[in-house]
């Protein structure tokens, strides 16, 4: 089974509210990752946040952590038809960065903001 | 900003031939990985690089695929003998260990058809 799985799979909004995406994962973690990803392209880093910390914001984003539960979620703020997008969290496992370490995505939510 | 840019952006090919995905990782980043989206399914990791050599790869990763830093810049995947099943968005990334976290750049992906 994956290490990341966001939930819902699919969420559709109105311009100006709140979408909220969650996320969990199996296994102990050095940090968690947010990133975009627009219809066809490649993915955008949107925002870290380490294992030692619960929360952390950036512009209209907002990560949370619990460890506990092994789970994440990500919230947009005032959401825009531009955020329309699918949205994956990623999981680092390693705590040394001796080779390379990958990151293990989610299955994605789907986020549409009518306009 | 830099970027890493992937060639060709879209790939026809049939089944049983070779296919060469390129890749040109962000300059100064050690680290480099393939990744690959069936469309409308979770980002799968194929392989890490780092200092000339395969670093990690997955289940998915067998004999067929290859990877190789020919030269200082480039970074290639070689699909041998394809099948229906390789069909899928191939997304390169590079990274560098910064402040103790790997986060990743991606390019904008190579779709590869087989037919």
Known sequence: SQQGEEDPQALSIQEGENATMNCSYKTSINNLQWYRQNSGRGLVHLILIRSNEREKHSGRLRVTLDTSKKSSSLLITASRAADTASYFCATDLDWFMEYGNKLVFGAGTILRVKS | ?115
Not at chain 2, 54 to 68: A, G, H, L, R
Request: with cysteine; hydrophobic share 35%.
């Open chain 2, 1 to 115: 900003e830099p970027e890493v840019t992937q060639t060709p952006s879209h790939q026809v090919t049939q089944m049983g031939q070779e296919v060469i995905l390129r890749c040109v990782p962000i300059s100064n980043h050690l680290y480099f990985y393939w990744y690959r989206q069936i469309l409308g399914q979770k980002v799968e990791f194929l392989v890490s690089f780092y200092n000339n050599e395969i670093s990690e790869k997955s289940e998915i990763f067998d004999d067929q695929f290859s990877v190789e830093r020919p030269d200082g810049s480039n970074f290639t995947l070689k699909i041998r003998s394809t099948k229906l099943e390789d069909s899928a968005m191939y997304f390169c990334a590079s990274s560098e260990f910064r402040s103790g976290a790997n986060v990743l750049t991606f390019g904008a992906g190579s779709r590869l058809t087989v037919l």
